[in-house]
């Protein structure tokens, strides 16, 4: 059998930005339990400055949508509007959302970290575990 390669697959290593967020998600797992955290233990505070570059989105199943929650101020900046309370497939697709909806997707259905680049950001996606299954969605930015 071969092994299933994920899309949005991660680099070989992250920026420092990025790799903030990945240590700060790896240490809100429960020891064993779990591959990811559970959602009701995020909270954007605790990434400091990073949280400006962050966000957080729900995962709605049948039929698949993402409302963001919350999202940091430099995405809103950066986006040119709010973000925040909106699906993901209403919104007008450009920077910093390129490809959002589909790298959402390929995080919830594969419960892994996914991973996407332009030459103006880089975004990291987190799974997040809550009510039996995905619940939500970690992301975070860096900006070139």
């Not at 959402?104 to 030459?119: C, L, N, R, V």
């Amino acid at each position: 059998m071969t092994e299933q390669v994920l899309p949005f697959a991660l680099p070989a290593q992250l920026d420092p930005a990025l790799s903030g967020v990945a240590d700060y998600w790896r240490g809100l797992i429960r020891g064993k339990a779990s591959d990811m955290p559970y959602w009701d233990d995020v909270k954007l505070s605790d990434l400091g400055s990073g949280a400006d570059s962050a966000m957080l989105m729900t995962v709605f199943d049948k039929p698949q949508r993402f409302r963001i929650e919350i999202a940091g101020k430099e995405i809103s900046t950066r986006y040119g509007g709010t973000l925040q309370g909106t699906f993901t497939d209403e919104i007008d697709i450009h920077s910093p959302v390129e490809f959002l909806r589909a790298q959402a997707s390929a995080t919830a259905e594969g419960g892994a970290p996914t991973y996407y680049a332009t030459d103006t950001y880089t975004r990291l996606l987190l799974p997040l575990w809550g009510e039996g299954h995905v619940g939500m969605l970690l992301a975070g930015y860096s900006w070139a």
